[in-house]
């Protein structure tokens, strides 16, 4: 959910399509530097990412590099 709400600030059409009907009536950000915004709320969705999955132990889910 967390990266679909991420994506919606810049094209809210395509996370509509993909359920999520509260940004049915919003319209993609052509503002001004709207690819470096992206990509810098791209970069601090990934801190996030990666701070909560370093947080949940290995029996939630989480694999090591082989996948054990």
Do not use: C, W, Y
């Not at 709400?5 to 395509?14: L, T």
């Amino acid at each position: 959910m967390m990266v679909l709400q991420s994506q919606a600030k810049f094209r809210p059409e395509s996370v509509a399509r993909a359920g999520l009907t509260q940004f049915d009536a919003d319209v993609i950000d052509l503002n001004p530097d709207h690819n470096e915004r992206q990509s810098a709320s791209d970069r601090l969705l990934l801190v996030e990412l990666n701070k909560r999955l370093a947080a949940k132990p290995r029996s939630e889910g989480r694999r090591g590099p082989q996948g054990s």
